[in-house]
């Protein structure tokens, strides 16, 4: 078991995936128009390109262990909310979920319906039913007095988008593994999700999820908000790859043979020190803030 994931993290970490739509996405509502998507943000593609850096090779001798931890990035925390929701088009700075929808929509990334990077029609949304994901059709209530004053009640249906504004966290999954070579602690981030409340069910919902490593490039072409940490501009890949946000641990998944193990104990303890730290870190979001 261990070999098999290792195998899977080694792929998920060095190679970017190669399916990409060459059509734009378009849907019908409910009166049977059709539509093209609206593109939610400029045509400013490339302009802050920034290329990313290149992950170090991983071979498998050199992990001892890992485990898959699941993080929370709350878009209501206030630094985060400045940097992944702030809209302004003047500079060229989207939202985070407006780039990730732009690029789905246009063909240039991927969105999986769940955290499994495989290329088939099981785990990847087609268009029509990407589009669908962020159609909200609800029905309206009017009372209509006709020319005689009789009171009757019109149902009817309309549509609306999800929006940024509607996203309440971004969910995303990292391997962390102990490096022998270095004898460290090393964290990867695999893939992420836009996280909607749905106010009508009071739930939130995971509408997709992005393979960091394929998105890398896309990601790497749009400007963040991220003056507002210490003045620089960055990419939004930069800000994943080096993590400028805050966000909190909220499961974990050991998915190795731990009887491989020599020590475990040392490896829960390592692990146990880095979530302290983050903990940490966290608390302390003024420290980021101009």
Known sequence: MLRNFLFFLFIALTFSLQLKAQYKCSYTDVFGVKH?????????????????????????????????????????????????????????????????????????????????????????????????????????????????GKETLEKKLQTDTIKAADIKSIQFNEVWYFNKKWARLEKRIIGFAPVWHNKKTNKDQVLFWIYFNEAREWLAAYASNSKVIDGTKRSYEQLFYHKFFNSKIISESNVFDRSLLENTNAFDAIMKSESVKEDILNNEEGMWEK
């Open 36 to 148: 093209d998507y609206p593109s939610p943000v400029l045509n400013s593609f490339q302009k802050h390109y920034t290329k990313p850096e290149a992950y170090d090779s991983l071979p498998e001798s050199e992990i001892v262990t890992a485990k898959q931890i699941t993080k929370q990035l709350d878009l209501q925390d206030k630094l985060n909310k400045k940097i992944f929701c702030t809209r302004n088009a003047k500079e060229d700075i989207f939202p985070l979920f407006d780039i990730l929808i732009q690029g789905v929509v246009s063909g240039k990334i991927i969105a999986f319906k769940k955290p499994i990077y495989k290329i088939d029609t099981a785990h990847v949304f087609i268009c029509e039913s990407f589009i669908k994901k962020l159609i909200i059709t609800d029905s309206v209530e009017n009372f209509i007095i006709d020319e005689t």
